[in-house]
């Protein structure tokens, strides 16, 4: 037993879905083919023009710290993006690069959160959002969101839940686990709900790039200037292990955001960085939009499949690679919620999913989310096994 941990990291839990992951990895010892469905990262390596760029500028002593708020280079080659993606102007000193997008989570709830106040957030969201708040002496306030507003917080939630201790109301446009989206009407009516608060909204756009059905997910940019947006090398770009994210701050930030990351971080990693130039190259974003078709694929097998079977997905999820499914009507006596479920998956079929508590306690015994981030013979092959192991009562 440590003599001494700190009350804020006492309440700070692990992912659940540690213990499935734990418990894949021991029966893959004894030699078991386990199916991987509750990975949330892209099977697929990082694109080759990004490695060659890492390399190159490993090799020529690119090995040093950065400024703070990222090198200038790559600073502008974001800006340029969103011009070039979104035909939104943005001024490249109003990016500041992080350690993947948990850099700029932290950093924004830093800056912008006073101990004792809180952030509205969607249940279920990502996990750690309401760590990072805790981390800084503050709270989630979480709001159970379902299929009707597609697991979506909208203006009327702000309305009806904001307090005098909300500070800001952090979204996700692809969401995880739910993949679903906020089109432009949608975010322009938080953000107006946010301001009318005279507060910020935040949105975290880590899965834009991928989104499905000929759907592109707007950026809150476009509708709001003084919007924060979280983004990352992560996903799209096939980068989880460089660890490299970025945030769009309103002019006025950016001072509190590189006095905070040089005293949190330094800077970004300098490898990731130069390697990250390569990432908005046309020759790889052509890689990576063969990637997103494959993605668009294996939700378009897995989907049907999964519904057959008796999970409930009432919304086509149109972005990041999850789905989220309602599992009752396959619980039963030995399997009597989603944990449950999860375990006996993982023994009788041999497929990992994770369990819904990861992502907050609306429902959540009743939810588990599956990663469509192995291929497709695959996700068709983990169908065929969870039908010969669970039925629908
Ligand atoms: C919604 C969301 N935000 C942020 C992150 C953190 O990503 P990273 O720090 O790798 O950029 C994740 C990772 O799964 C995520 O799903």
Known sequence: MPKKIAQRAKEISPFHVMDILAQARKLEAQGRDIIHMEVGEPDFDTPLPIIDAGLEALKSGKTHYTPAL???ELRQTIADWYQQRYQVEISASRIVVTPGASGALLLIMGALLDQGQNVLMADPGYPCNRHFARFVEGSAKAVNVDASTDYQLTDAHIETHWDENTALALVASPSNPTGTMLNHQQLADLSNAVKAKNAHLVVDEIYHGLTYDGFEAPTVL????????????????????????????????????????????????TVSQ?????????????????????????????????????????????????????????????????????????????????????????????HCRFAYTTDSERLLEALKRMANVVKKS
């Open 70 to 72: 990222g090198l200038p």
């Open 222 to 269: 476009s509708v709001d200037h003084n919007a924060f947006v979280v983004n990352s090398f992560s996903k799209f770009f096939g980068m989880t292990g460089w660890r490299l994210g970025w945030l769009v701050v309103p002019e006025d930030y950016i001072e509190v955001m590189d006095r905070l990351a040089q005293n949190l971080f330094l800077a970004a990693p």
């Open 274 to 366: 130069y390697a990250a130039l390569a990432a908005f190259k046309p020759e790889t974003v052509a890689i990576l939009e063969q990637r997103r078709q494959i993605f668009e694929q294996r939700r378009n097998a897995l989907l049907p499949g999964l519904r057959e079977l008796g999970f409930d997905i009432p919304v086509t999820p149109q972005g990041a690679f999850y789905l989220y499914a309602n599992c009752s009507a396959l619980l039963n006596d030995n399997y009597p919620d989603s944990m449950a479920l999860s375990k006996y998956l993982l023994e009788h079929a041999s497929v990992a999913i994770t369990p819904g508590l990861d992502f907050g306690s609306n429902q959540a015994e009743q």
